[in-house]
């Protein structure tokens, strides 16, 4: 089975991204945190906030990317990681997908009817947190 990051509250992960994007804190009382350069600091900052944080062994080194809207990005996943999920789903394996999204159809059914303020931005930060490191293999 192929080996992907995990976070223990996929919620908290996406303010931690949108707060890297932005570069305010989506944390009370906390200072904005700064981009990451290591693993390292993604782990520190994650514990920093209180989540826990698997990171694949077959993970070296960190990239952050800065989007734009000028630019039209397409982020590919390795070869690798599509053949292996590709192979794990033709085995009868389900589509990995974090839990917040049954959370949140759970709480407001489908399609999706979102109807506070502070639900939509949990609901932003989660879909941030999990575009921001969903490698798609």
């Known amino acids: 089975m192929v080996e992907r990051f995990s976070v223990s509250d996929e919620i908290a992960w996406g303010k ?3 707060s890297w ?29 209180g989540i826990t944080v ?3 062994a077959m993970h070296k080194g960190l990239v952050v990317v800065v989007s734009s ?18 192979k794990e789903l033709s085995e009868g394996a389900s589509y990995p997908l974090p839990r917040f999204y049954d959370d949140f159809y759970t709480r407001f059914g489908t399609p999706l009817t979102i109807p506070d303020k502070v639900s939509k931005l949990d609901f ?9 490191i969903r490698m798609c293999g």
Do not use: N, W
Request: aromatic share 6%; with cysteine.
């Open 124 to 132: 932003h930060a989660g879909r941030i947190g999990d575009y921001s």
């Open 54 to 56: 698997s990171i694949p």
């Open 16 to 18: 931690l991204v949108k």
């Open 69 to 86: 809207e000028e630019v039209f990005m397409i982020k590919l996943p390795s070869k690798s990681l599509v053949e292996a999920t590709e």
């Open 21 to 49: 994007a932005t570069g305010k804190s989506y944390f009370e009382g906390m200072a904005p945190p700064p981009l990451p350069r290591t693993l390292q600091d993604v782990k520190d900052q994650c514990a920093q906030i």
